[in-house]
């Protein structure tokens, strides 16, 4: 997630250092996290045809 974040970071401020606050953690959250997209190639027969930086120019402007 926190490379996401640098990712948007840097499309939305080009040539500002990024920078982040994070919350405490609940007490029962999974403590670490590593997203794939693997399992659902493997039941689903998926696989994006977007790249995330792709997808990120097309996204951001609706959001801003």
């Given at each position: 997630m926190l490379e996401?974040?640098?990712t948007i970071w840097n499309k939305m401020r080009p040539g500002e250092s990024f920078r982040f606050e994070s919350?405490?953690?609940f007490e029962y959250d999974?403590?670490?996290r590593i997203p794939s997209t693997h399992k659902a190639e493997e039941l689903l027969g998926f696989e994006a045809a977007t790249s995330l930086d792709e997808m990120l120019e097309e996204v951001m402007p609706w959001v801003l």
């Open positions: 996401l974040a640098e919350d405490p953690p999974v403590q670490r």
